[in-house]
């Protein structure tokens, strides 16, 4: 590996744009005017036409300056975010989106503000560096958004906030990928559920889990195989890169290769184009073709550089810096080096500035606050919360002495339903061993004849135990046919025939619950013990049949004997 990194360095940085960008916002309708600039607009974002949604936002702008409408105004301050951020400046991209969450906020689109958020988040993580700032935007996009159920915007935010946690090599980002999985996987829409495929393959391939990274990366490429999506190389780069943690090495660069030249066919100032050259630098230098690696290395460098996208200077930096020293060139990669180490000073000094901001604005802000208490208020607020308290103390009180009360109810109805049932199996234990003793009472129709066999297969046999017992294999073995013995039963006990056998199971469940020297039973062993062809099946008729649970029968069992 190179530098002095762990093989769990191997991440997949710089794709939140390409997932925010590519969420569209929820559609509502407005009124005409310039609703159809604005849905024009919102179709050249989800095309990735950059540079046509830039003139168009332009266009949107100035409608909604001369209609005098907020909401247009937000919207175009949006698209102009995304458009700048992808063809402009960032300063511009950051100034657009901040107008668009105040404008967002006066019109009350929640959504729009959290997509506002959301790119504001994702300048500062990709762009500035200051992660704890983007966290923030992050986890305040994710508050508006969580007001709507269903808006597809939060998946992208819980994507975001993955990629956040992955490009500083902490799984902890592996929850909200899950989680974004999930919002894309029950929304039904293909592009909701890539992103998140695409991030849970980076999210494992970070953990060093190889093969749940190739399933969802594999996953990933097949949504975008079968539905054209517009971004297809996003995932064929984490496939190559799993592929080459793998050390399926020509797979890898076929892979990266592919991504590659779609790329730079279709969009060359892109920072996807600059993520697939480090990939491929990565795996010539796994290979040991260190020439070629430090060429890859300088395309992606460039890249970035042109882009002002700084997630990857650090890791670039690094693999330069190990390929000059494989190669012997010691002044080339000690330059590497120290280039790698400014980039990670310039990131730790914009978080120290932006903790201790932070912790300054909390301070005057709580000095205001003790400024401004009174104290006959908070005397008051004390007194009205300790009147609040006592009430919800006594209310919590009555709740849990009904619940306990009714809990001991409970258990003493349940000790003598299994108390009257062990008399019953005793006595039906005895009737049975006297009908042994005295041969059995003679059968008076060919009916009840049938019927006194089949309980001597039931009671001596235990044919019940057999899971796979059926109509027509008891009929069978009694030489009639199934219609004929499911009358037999429902003449004589008054019950369905599976009603009938599962009475037999039932039965010997509660003989098998009752006894102390099988305590050690699961619940699922009893199941399998007593015939039952799983234990949900045991547990939805024992407890039709006896009124408790298996659990709560061999508990009250247990406190009889005791």
Known sequence: MYGMKSPKTRKLKGLATAVILSVSLAPVAYAAGGEALRLKCRHMLQDLDYVALRREARKLCDEAASEKDTRLGAYASYYLAASELKTGSVASARRHAAAADSLAAISGNDTLRASSLNVLGIIANEYSRNNALALGYYLKALDYAGRFPDNPVTAGIYSNISLLFISHNDTAGLRYCKESYRIGKESGHPENLYYPCCNLASAYLLSGNLGEAYRFASEAVSISDRYSLRQPELAGIILGSVLGRMGRYGEATATLDGAIT?????????????????????????????????????????????????????????????????????????????????????????????????????????????????????????????????????????????????????????????????????????????????????????????????????????????????????????????????????????????????????????????????????????????????????????????????????????????
């Open 262 to 562: 779609s790329l730079e066919d279709r969009n060359p100032k892109s920072s996807l184009l600059a993520q697939a050259y480090f990939e491929k630098a990565r795996v010539y230098n796994d290979i040991g073709d260190f020439r070629a690696s430090i060429r890859f290395c300088s395309d992606a460098l460039r890249l970035s550089d042109e882009l002002g996208n700084r997630s990857l200077l650090s890791e670039i930096y690094a693999l330069a810096g190990d390929n000059y020293k494989r190669l012997g060139d010691f002044p080339a990669a000690l330059e590497a080096i120290g280039n790698e180490n400014r980039v990670l000073r310039n990131t730790v000094k914009v978080q120290d500035e932006t903790i201790h901001r932070e912790i300054s604005r909390a301070f005057d802000l709580i000095n205001k606050e003790k400024q401004l208490a009174r104290r006959d208020v908070e005397i008051s607020l004390h007194r009205q919360r300790i009147g609040i308290l006592i009430a919800a103390l006594m209310v919590m009180a009555g709740v849990l002495a009904l619940v306990y009360r009714n809990y001991r109810r409970e258990r003493a109805l349940n000790r003598r339903i299994v108390s009257q049932y062990m008399e019953q199996d005793n006595l039906e234990e005895k009737l049975s061993d006297s009908r042994v003793r005295n041969g059995g009472e003679p059968s008076g129709t060919t009916e009840q004849a049938i019927f006194d066999s089949m309980s001597h297969l039931m009671e001596k046999e235990k044919i019940y135990l057999d899971k796979g017992l059926t109509r027509d294999s008891l009929a069978e073995r009694l030489g009639t046919n199934r219609t004929y013995i499911t009358k037999i039963v429902k003449g004589n006990t008054g019950l369905t025939l599976p009603q009938w056998i599962n009475r037999y199971r039932v039965k010997h469940a509660r003989l098998i619950l009752s006894d102390p020297a099988k305590g050690g039973m699961s619940v699922k062993e009893i199941a399998d013990a007593s015939g039952f062809a799983n234990v949900s099946t045991f547990n939805v008729v024992f407890k039709e049949s006896v009124g408790m649970s298996p659990t709560a029968y061999r508990r009250s069992a247990s406190e009889l004997q005791e």
